[in-house]
């Protein structure tokens, strides 16, 4: 029922900053937590970060720890992803998703989470 749309990616150079939005209609996502998740052809989907469903948790990748932040607006139905300091191995498809019950927010698994949207396109070059 809910549907997620990210947005906000682009061809930037390494150093630069971007913020992807992920918006949901169709559904009440407050009670829910959300991940981030990007990915590139022939490679598996790869945890970037995510977030509990009242925003005072978070859960990072190694590789993004002190340049990417999560954070959510529930009353904009709204995550964000601010991703500074970029570097070329950043390039990905970036997807976000919903917590599927019975699975660990926390645990940086695609599974864990559902109701994938279309992507958004990052492309840094060196």
């Known amino acids: 029922q809910v549907q997620l749309v990210e947005s906000g990616g682009g061809l930037v150079q390494a150093g630069d900053s971007l913020r992807l939005t992920c918006t949901a209609s169709?559904?009440?996502?407050?009670?829910?937590?959300m991940g981030w998740f990007r990915q590139n052809p022939g490679k598996e989907r790869e945890f970037v970060a995510s977030?509990?469903?009242?925003?005072?948790?978070?859960y990072y990748a190694d590789d993004v720890k002190g340049r990417f932040t999560i954070s959510r607006d529930n009353a904009k139905s709204t995550v964000y992803l601010q991703m500074n300091s970029l570097k070329p191995e950043d390039s990905a498809v970036y997807y976000c998703?919903?917590?599927?019950?019975?699975?660990?927010?926390?645990?940086?698994?695609?599974?864990?989470?559902?109701?994938w949207g279309q992507g958004t396109q990052v492309i840094v070059s060196s």
């Open positions: 977030i509990s469903y009242s925003g005072g948790g978070t």
């Open positions: 998703g919903k917590d599927r019950p019975g699975y660990s927010w926390y645990e940086g698994s695609p599974m864990a989470f559902g109701s």
């Open positions: 169709g559904g009440d996502v407050s009670k829910f937590a």
